[in-house]
């Protein structure tokens, strides 16, 4: 498949056709080229292709051909412009920004955001004297405000981890063009086949490849998508400070790729049947997803999102004056999720087998009660990442864990 035919295809074909580049010996799966560099015919040849000349494979740690066709195939489903891939989804925000960021600069990032996030930002980013301004996710009032004044990039989840929060992207996306800076999507939750950050007006997405698009609990990876300016600017600090894919990897992942609108669209049916029916049980305080009626922000994520993903986050009931951050609400949920016997306690999410997730004491655990509750996050809190088991055997799962709390 050529990059004239892409525009002719829908997403679950390209998923399965785009970027495959055949070897004479027309091979039906994708080869896996392992090796660490390239030999060249003359001298002449490889001083061209280091002066930039002539563009050709040089070594693994620039690019490899295994690692192109994943590129090729993820770009082409999510309609961005380039992608580069990196070792680790953490790799992938990390250099999404660090990549156009130095001293002086200012980010505007969303306070709901996956914890190793905020502790780069934290920890990192404003000891290297870039300003971090933190904004409610899901008021325009105070993205209007942060945005009021210049900026160099902006920095959301939509939905936000783990709390579902739905964020405006097309509205801070006009606010990001008044302020001059380069709007970035963690799209991780809604994947390429739900929500379409580029087309809402971000000009970058972010993906840890190591959740839905591999999806079988195999590999690490990540990709930076965008404007093909932005993603070379991406490109060029990997290549210096190594954060690469192996090629082992992004073989598992663009195969992976061949079955992810199959798997995000039956796993995210599943989570919507059963957020309807974990919203009405009497030990679940709250449920919440985006595309259930009671979401705060159910008609912004119907007009923004095709799918509603396969996360569903719940609060445990507790009695009444029991501290939500406190050692009795955690029992709770750790009541309920060491009876689980078919879902499977873990901090992944977007996998085939379905996971059960405590963020307070894992995902989100630095970012201590006081900030947890800035997000919404109690310590009855449960993500529950949805598989493809039956739904039956998953629903009579969560009933018999929910009868131990």
């Not at 590129?71 to 990196?86: H, S």
């Not at 939509?158 to 992207?169: K, L, R």
């Not at 912004?300 to 609400?329: K, N, S, W, Y």
């Not at 016997?341 to 087998?353: F, H, Q, R």
Request: proline content about 6%; some cysteine; hydrophobic content about 45%.
């Amino acid at each position: 498949m050529t990059a004239d035919d892409v525009p002719a295809f829908r997403p679950d074909t390209l998923a399965v056709r785009a970027g495959q580049h055949r070897t004479p010996f027309d091979e039906m799966a994708e080869p896996i080229f392992l090796t660490q560099g390239y030999i060249y015919p003359t001298a002449a040849e490889a001083e061209a292709a280091f002066a930039g000349e002539i563009q050709r494979y040089q070594y693994s740690r620039y690019a490899n051909p295994t690692v192109t066709m994943f590129e090729e195939r993820l770009a082409a489903i999510e309609g961005a412009e380039d992608c580069f891939a990196t070792a680790t989804g953490m790799a992938a925000v990390f250099v999404s920004m660090a990549s156009i960021l130095k001293s002086g600069s200012r980010l505007v990032a969303s306070r709901a955001l996956f914890g190793s996030s905020i502790n780069v930002f934290d920890e990192y980013f404003t000891g290297w004297d870039i300003a971090v301004d933190y904004v409610d996710a899901t008021d325009p009032a105070d993205w209007e405000r942060a945005l009021a004044t210049p900026a160099d990039a902006i920095y959301l989840e939509s939905p936000t981890n783990p709390m579902q929060d739905v964020v405006d992207i097309p509205h801070v996306a006009a606010l990001a063009k008044k302020a001059g800076a380069l709007l970035i999507v963690d799209n991780v939750f809604a994947t390429p086949i739900g929500q379409k950050p580029l087309e809402l007006g971000a000009d970058a997405v972010v993906y840890s490849a190591t959740k839905h698009i591999d999806g079988q609990g195999r590999v690490l990876g990540g990709a930076v998508l965008g404007g093909a300016e932005y993603v070379d600017k991406v490109r060029q600090m990997v290549r210096n400070i190594g954060a690469t894919i192996s090629p082992f990897n992004a073989w598992v992942l663009g195969k992976s790729l061949e079955t992810l609108p199959i798997r995000v669209k039956a796993q995210s049916a599943s989570a919507l049947e059963l957020a309807g029916w974990l919203e009405a049980h009497p030990k679940v305080a709250v449920a919440r997803y985006p595309l259930l009626p009671s979401h705060p922000q159910h008609e912004l994520a119907a007009r923004q999102m095709t799918l509603g993903g396969t996360l569903v986050t719940i609060d445990i009931a507790f009695p009444e004056g029991v501290d939500p951050h406190g050692d009795e609400a955690k029992a709770a949920a750790f009541r309920f999720m060491d009876a689980l016997k078919v879902i499977d306690i873990s901090n992944n999410l977007g996998d085939a087998k379905s996971i059960a997730t405590h963020p307070a004491t894992t995902t989100h655990r630095k970012l201590g009660p006081e900030g947890r509750a800035k997000v919404g996050m109690s310590a009855a809190t449960v993500r529950l990442s949805i598989g493809l088991e039956d739904v039956e055997d998953l629903r009579a799962d969560l009933e018999q864990a929910l009868a131990a709390v």
